[in-house]
């Protein structure tokens, strides 16, 4: 491992990264497989981006968030992906320490974001069920682009505050993270200063960001539970329900993928299991969700039927 004298120890040279194993053959595998993923993810994602700006039925508040959400899952995955598989194919371990910096940055702004623009859709839903008559008044394009900006300003202000705060840390020699990518709480775990701030601003942050955004997704399903409920007739309560059915699914998948990092990075567990937690949250999520909200949505395939004809057209 590469590090500068103990007299200089934030002259911190590369950290080593420890997420896989170290079997060439299962390496060349995993190159295969994590590639692919990587590649529907980025594809998947870009056909939502592009359906939604192509077909002018989709141009409402529900479909707004979601061709945001697909962009934040296609830079959440490149923030830690395209590193990795470099890694792989080189066979190289190694991260130098302004790279791990940028990576921590950018994994926070995209994992917030991902956090507030699935309470804001939750918000959306709540608002179309539960007010239905007043939907189009509240929910006008003024007040959804200033929640876009105002999730951008909360996860920039994150990710910087907990980067220059790293910034202030040495580390000393055991630059080993158990993991394939620069995660936080690992990197902390690394310093030989003291980090007491560190992690107060850690648990502070993924308090209100993390707790407040599920507060609002729970708040929101609450009073749409209640207002489904009071409705007379089964069919219009699976049909306003089932708008929601696919928001449900994506929340469930990040929130618990999520909590398993969380619960793996907190605990001392293998670099295996851990790796394994972080690839579902990574990469599996970001992947699913254009499947998810596609498959189960009558629009959205249509737009996507009609993207794809009109690509081929050009051919």
Do not use: W
């Amino acid at each position: 491992i590469n590090y500068m004298e103990s007299e200089n120890q934030t002259g911190v040279a590369e950290f080593h990264l420890l997420g896989f194993s170290d079997n060439p053959e299962l390496q060349l595998l995993l190159l295969g497989m994590f590639l692919t993923m990587y590649l529907v993810t980025v594809l998947g994602n870009l056909l939502i981006i592009l359906a939604v700006n192509s077909d002018s039925h989709l141009h409402t508040p529900m479909y707004f968030f979601l061709s945001n959400l697909s962009f934040s899952d296609i830079c959440f995955s490149t923030t830690t992906v395209p590193k990795m598989l470099v890694n792989i194919q080189t066979q190289s371990k190694s991260i130098s320490y302004t790279g791990c910096l940028t990576q921590i940055c950018f994994f926070l702004v995209f994992a917030c974001l991902e956090n507030c623009l699935l309470a804001a859709m939750a918000y959306d839903r709540f608002v179309a069920i539960c007010h239905p008559l007043r939907y189009t008044v509240i929910m006008h394009f003024h007040l959804c682009g200033l929640l876009i900006l105002f999730s951008l300003f909360i996860s920039i202000t994150n990710a910087l505050l907990h980067s220059l705060m790293v910034l202030h840390l040495s580390f000393c020699t055991d630059l080993e993270i158990l993991q394939f990518f620069c995660e936080l709480p690992q990197v902390l775990k690394l310093a030989c200063s003291d980090t007491l701030l560190n992690n107060i601003l850690l648990y502070f942050m993924t308090s209100i960001v993390g707790g407040g955004t599920l507060l609002v997704i729970i708040f929101s399903y609450m009073q749409i539970l209640s207002s489904l409920l009071k409705m007379p007739s089964t069919g219009g309560m699976y049909k306003a329900f089932s708008t929601c059915g696919s928001h449900l699914s994506v929340v469930s998948l990040f929130y618990g993928t999520g909590f398993g990092v969380y619960l793996n990075s907190a605990a001392t567990v293998s670099s295996r299991k851990s790796a394994v937690a972080s690839v579902m949250n990574t990469m599996v999520t970001p992947m699913l969700n254009p499947f998810i909200y596609s498959l189960r949505n009558k629009d959205m395939m249509d737009a996507l039927q009609k993207l794809i004809s009109k690509i081929s057209s050009f051919h």
